[in-house]
């Protein structure tokens, strides 16, 4: 029997929530495009079929990597996951070889293409890609798709059963096809059209029930009532405010994009936070901190604080891998605090007040307005809904090690993407080591070489507060022993 990593989670509803709505919207426009990806670096080139065939089985298994979303021609209907008749894997799992020996660097920079591009809506909305001929006979696997599909943590569900835990487990037999759903968006605008008089006459039933049920709540207890409703108010202010004045470097925006990272061993930061009383993701925020402080000190302009947004796993045992399932919260990023371990107390604590807010959730419940509104008005108001120049998101992954098609995965890195935002961070953790990938619009971060030398100097204060842990850039070694810490060899990858 084989050891893949299969989740647990129920299939996906069938409609699109208005954040996932309003995620697909966006995916046609470059400046609201969604797109994320992992790139996983292997430690050998796998078989071809064998590797087509684990997203064969995977894409029989888990619906959403079959569907496509049918939006009705008139908005009579929401907008539908269907399991598309036409569905070509081989559209979707693809392979190209850069010339040996290839360079992360190189790899990296497939990926800004391949997340700049949009993906086609009219099929399911994913595509993977094994790029051969990297140094040292390894591979990377680039998967992109549409923060429509998932978030990042039903991302690690949804894909794990392309995963095994031996690099040869037995081989199992396919699983049965998905019924395949033949639904055009004339079909289901009529179905929208059919459904209307029940549809209308039940929400007014439900707007009139409601309203009952609130005016009897204000009579039973007025004082109560509307102390709630100013509670929840003023926490949406404090969620959806910016909590900083915006940093004067970061402010400009382009469509063209960079990412760098760095790697760390994962006991080592795990010493460093709890050196400091914090969490893994508070020494995270920490090192990020430290990061974009020296940038700000090398472009002559130090300031104090800036807006940087966390996203907040909502997701229950019980949701499905599909859909996004996260709240925002904005925090004053300490970049001006020094010392590291302050660093960490102080965004141990806004992190700790910001969550127990009463409208943390505050995006979903704005979400079916916003979805609405017209393309134009999304695209303006794109990042300004939660005020921010940086997000940082935390996506843990597998603690144990992870095979695919026979080849290990020795790292994985997250490119996350822009919406109207300067930055976007991503921590990954897997497998015994943290990656941190930043993305960044170039027309913010102008100097993006040092930059990338802030990131691995912003860790470094961090680790020191755990012993001798360094964050070293992103790079594997053809002569490194993979179980050991990364070695340059003296030369970055990068």
């Known amino acids: 029997m084989s050891d893949a990593l299969v989740p647990g989670a129920a ?32 430690d050998t080139a796998p078989e071809w079929d064998r590797f087509r065939t684990r997203f064969e089985n995977a894409s029989r298994k888990v619906l959403r990597l079959r569907q496509k979303v049918v939006m009705p021609t008139l908005p009579t209907a929401p907008a539908r996951w269907v399991v598309d008749p036409d569905f070509n894997l081989d559209f979707h799992v693809r392979r190209l070889r850069v010339s040996e020996p290839g360079t992360l660097r190189e ?7 391949a997340l700049q591009s949009p993906l086609d809506i009219s099929r399911p909305l994913w595509t993977a890609t ?14 992109h798709l549409s923060h429509a599909v998932t978030d990042g943590v039903g991302g690690v569900e949804m894909f794990a059963n392309i995963y095994d835990l031996e690099r040869d487990p037995p081989s199992q037999g396919a699983p049965p096809l998905p019924i395949p759903q033949d639904l055009s968006p004339n079909d289901l605008m009529r179905q929208g059209f059919n459904r209307l008089p029940g549809a209308i006459a039940s929400g007014v039933r439900e707007a009139i029930y409601g309203a ?7 009579i039973r207890d007025p004082v109560s009532s509307v102390g709630s409703a100013v509670d929840y108010a003023m ?21 063209s ?23 893994i993701n508070d020494a995270y925020l920490a090192g990020l901190c430290g990061a974009l402080r020296l940038y700000h000190e090398h472009m002559g302009v130090p300031i104090d604080t800036l807006p940087m947004a966390i996203p907040v796993n909502m997701r229950s045992d019980n949701d499905p891998a599909g859909g996004n399932r996260f709240a925002g919260v904005n925090l004053a990023a300490p970049i001006g605090i020094v010392d590291p371990e302050k660093r960490i ?41 939660v005020n921010s120049d940086v997000q940082a998101s935390n996506v843990p992954v597998y603690a144990g090690d992870t095979f695919i098609a026979g080849a290990k995965i020795l790292r994985q890195y997250g490119l996350g993407p822009l919406p109207g935002v300067a930055m ?36 470094d204060e961090v680790l020191a507060l755990g012993g001798e842990g360094r964050a070293i850039p992103a790079s594997f070694s053809p002569d490194a022993d993979t179980t050991s810490p990364p070695s340059l060899n003296g030369k970055s990858a990068l």
């Open 11 to 42: 299939g996906p509803p069938e409609e699109l929530s208005p954040v996932d709505l309003i995620l697909h919207r966006g995916e046609a426009n470059p400046r609201t495009r969604s797109g994320i990806m992992t790139l996983e670096i292997l």
């Open 107 to 113: 790899v990296m920079d497939l990926a800004e293409v």
């Open 130 to 143: 094994l790029v051969e001929g990297l140094a040292g006979g390894r591979a990377a696997m680039m998967v």
């Open 212 to 218: 009952a049920q609130a005016v009897g709540q204000v």
């Open 235 to 255: 926490s949406s202010a404090r969620v959806m405010g910016p909590a900083a004045e915006p940093s004067p470097v970061l402010r400009r925006r382009s469509l």
């Open 257 to 279: 994009s960079r990412s760098d990272a760095i790697d760390i061993v994962f006991g080592d930061l795990h010493r460093a936070a709890k050196a400091a009383e914090g969490s």
């Open 345 to 385: 107390k102080s965004i141990r604590s806004q992190m700790t007040r910001k969550r127990d807010e009463r409208a943390v959730n505050m995006m979903g419940v704005i979400a079916p307005v916003l979805s609405l509104l017209p393309d134009t008005v999304l695209e303006s108001m794109a990042g300004s809904v």
């Open 424 to 459: 976007m961070v991503v921590l990954v953790s897997r497998a015994g080591y943290v990656t941190v990938t930043a993305r960044y619009d170039r027309a913010a971060v102008t100097d993006g070489n040092f930059f990338a030398t802030c990131l691995q100097k912003g860790f």
